[in-house]
């Protein structure tokens, strides 16, 4: 089976033959240096991983053709990550490695103390799809727009429950053995951590479980991963 | 006290006058805009942190005073990182990363799947030091220079264990929970994985305990937060 992967927005089937963009033809036959004939492995976030082949190679599209399933589509736990976007390139990382570490859903949230105004909606959500594409998943997080989080909590789901990675508790090791399964999502600060109005809020709410990462500070690309670690251990799909 | 945190390589005490270099006065009046006076907070690895008052501010050096301990030395767990280098700004995030979660030694190994030949130590130390200074550790791991994973296992001191992230293990979730305290190193393939013969060698370690990190393929720097996080928060001191 081809190490090459391809995220294809496009159902999927046997003999299916779909359409690259100028992107897509770019990465296969520039970077990767596939041509005619050469076999990939195609997914659309929904129906598994496919083997396809190469039917029509040009410098701005082509065509390939879907062959037959190689495995079937495979879910991240109910999870949702949301943090505080940082600087670009962090903020990049940030979604690549959620996306590595099997959150199902990336939503950007503007803080007391986030910098940023505003996200390139599009642009992180072709790093999602970069990643899913590198780390042999079957799904690719949607990333939402950039929302206040005074918001996003007042519309909260009740039964979803809330991790806080929160850089002020440290202490005796928090348990998340005894959390139960369901719907969650993990909760990351920007640089800087939340405003005492923000930490009031989110003590206040009953479906936020805070835990402790450590005695160091964390920058919040770290935090986010090593969040996502305890969760997947405990509660998710590891 | 300061927000800005300096790393100086100089015995601290109070009265302690220490100069500055090149480098320490354009971070300190260039970037952070501090000037005679202004207070920091200055640390050596050794001696815990201590407050200090710029005595000397200028273009090409400077001069600090000490004036006393605000925190005491705390040293991270006796955990070693062994990790194989990738692209360069890989290797930059995985050192800072190692120093923020808490790792007492970072040691680049060579592997048959690694790209890289040489690496520049003092670039990656420099990197391990502004890590420490952002994550208000008063530890720097000590970056070693990069030798052959089969030299360092043939050296291997008996006592220490290692956590080998196995991205070829997959299945029911390891628990840690029954390994025993003491010194330990966590391994962290490079993109490609182990060789066989790599593998082989690995599995027939009595010192080796491989882990699992999920259905997904992750990156490596992903794999060195995800595995030092299993460590701390079950070994270390999370």
Not at 49 to 70: C, D, M, Y
Not at 93 to 108: N, Q, W
Not at 131 to 153: H, N, S, Y
Not at 158 to 170: C, F, H, K, N, T
Request: include cysteine.
């Amino acid at each position: 089976m081809s190490r090459v992967r391809l995220f294809i927005d496009h159902p999927l089937g046997a003999g299916q033959a779909v359409g690259l963009t100028a992107d897509q033809a770019h990465y296969l036959f520039g970077v990767m240096r596939l041509g005619q004939g050469d076999r990939l492995t195609v997914f659309n976030g929904r129906d598994g991983a496919w083997s396809a082949e190469i039917a029509v190679a040009s410098k701005r599209g082509g065509q390939v053709t879907v062959l037959a399933q190689t495995a079937p589509q495979q879910m991240p736990p109910d999870l949702w990550l949301l943090f505080a976007p940082i600087k670009k390139a962090r903020t990049d990382f940030i979604v690549e490695k959620a996306t590595e570490m099997g959150a199902a859903r990336i939503m950007p949230v503007q803080t007391e103390f986030t910098n940023a105004e505003r996200i390139r909606q599009d642009r992180l959500q072709a790093h999602a799809v970069e990643a899913a594409e590198q780390c042999g998943g079957t799904f690719v997080p949607p990333v939402a727009d950039l929302v206040p989080l005074r918001r996003v909590l007042a519309d909260w789901p009740p039964e979803r429950r809330i991790l806080w990675g929160d850089e002020a508790r440290y202490g005796p090791a928090d348990t998340l053995a005894g959390l139960a399964r369901g719907p969650w999502a993990v909760l990351i600060g920007p640089e800087g951590g939340f405003s005492p109005a923000e930490r009031e809020m989110l003590g206040a709410l009953d479906v936020v479980t805070p835990i402790s990462l450590g005695p160091r500070i964390l920058r919040a690309d770290t935090a986010a991963v090593a969040a996502l670690t305890l969760f997947q251990a405990h509660l998710g799909d590891w």
